[in-house]
T-cell receptor, first 114, second 113 residues
């Protein structure tokens, strides 16, 4: 199983809502990532978890709150978002350690903030 | 900081070769990568090259690396309509120690039948 799944596929939320994005992998990977991708732009790294611990936070606003409850699951909790946060949110996973980093990506959650 | 730069758009005819170019920024990158993103999908790793190599061939894909100029290219032989997608190069700064990837600006490849 080389698949990373993400739910929901689409999400529309108001600026006062609280919602969560979910990501799951069963490849035994111990690194998991959240990226934000605006239209016609490259993915921008938001967070990296390594062995279920947050290892990189790319100065992301606190209205985005990541959580890694176990080695297979990654969540992104959203609260009080702004319209400019509308984007495709991609989850990825990979092995940890030396050698090439093959990140496996999910299909993404298309988020619209009204 | 500096961007990893790619040309925006490339159009080729089916059966021709495509060459996508990338200028990266971090000379400590141990590996350099090429990813493909089809419409409405996540990214898929196509290939990578170790920094002490100057060429790698993988079926229809050929990667060339010029470390002196920090220039990377991806050649797709016999390009097919299914190759139409956005292609991103990526570098792993700090020698890859952090598992972090920095993606290039992306090149949209359009293959005409």
């Amino acid at each position: 199983d080389t698949e990373v799944t993400q739910t929901p596929k689409h999400l529309v939320m108001g600026m006062t809502n609280k919602k969560s994005l979910k990501c799951e992998q069963h490849m035994g990977h111990r690194a998991m990532y959240w990226y934000k991708q605006k239209a016609k732009k490259p993915p921008e790294l938001m967070f990296v978890y390594s062995y279920e611990k947050l290892s990189i936070n790319e100065s992301v606003p606190s209205r985005f709150s990541p959580e890694c409850p176990n080695s297979s699951l990654l969540n992104l909790h959203l609260h009080a978002l702004q319209p400019e946060d509308s984007a495709l949110y991609l989850c990825a996973s990979s092995q940890v350690g030396g050698g090439p980093i093959e990140q496996f990506f999910g299909p993404g959650t298309r988020l619209t903030v009204l | 900081g500096e961007d990893v730069e790619q040309s925006l758009f490339l159009s080729v005819r089916e059966g021709d070769s495509s060459v996508i170019n990338c200028t990266y920024t971090d000379s400590s990158s141990t590996y350099l990568y090429w990813y493909k993103q089809e419409p409405g999908a996540g990214l898929q790793l196509l290939t990578y090259i170790f920094s002490n190599m100057d060429m790698k061939q993988d079926q229809r894909l050929t990667v060339l690396l010029n470390k002196k100029d920090k220039h990377l290219s991806l050649r797709i032989a016999d390009t097919q309509t299914g190759d139409s997608a956005i292609y991103f190069c990526a570098e792993a700064p700090y020698g890859g120690a952090t598992n972090k990837l920095i993606f290039g600006t992306g090149t949209l490849l359009a293959v005409q039948p």
